[in-house]
């Protein structure tokens, strides 16, 4: 699934310090999605021994408008006349 379809992500530690990663945000710092994914996983990888558990929160209405338009696209061009 694309970067882009996450809002946020919180990283929790085994010593109960979360990190907060608003990708929303960087995004629209004018980050690519390829350099938001990196940075993400780079951390999670280095960081994967003190990690306690991590929490997504995706954007529910973008990602079901996505589906819909490529369902709809693709019924489309299976179905035409």
């Known amino acids: 699934?694309?970067?882009g379809y996450v809002k946020w992500c919180d990283i929790q530690l085994k010593?109960?310090?979360?990190i907060h990663y608003?990708?929303?945000k960087e995004l629209q710092a004018k980050k690519t999605?390829?350099?938001?994914?990196d940075t993400l996983k780079r951390f999670i990888n280095t960081n994967?021994?003190?990690i306690?558990?991590?929490?997504?929160?995706?954007?529910i209405p973008k990602l079901k408008r996505d589906m819909?338009?490529?369902t709809s696209k693709?019924?489309?061009k299976t179905f035409k006349d």
């Open 15 to 18: 010593n109960n310090v979360t």
């Open 52 to 59: 306690k558990h991590v929490d997504l929160k995706f954007d």
């Open 33 to 37: 999605e390829t350099h938001v994914a």
């Open 22 to 24: 608003d990708v929303e």
């Open 74 to 76: 693709l019924l489309e």
């Open 1 to 3: 699934m694309p970067i």
């Open 48 to 50: 994967y021994a003190n």
């Open 68 to 70: 819909e338009s490529k």
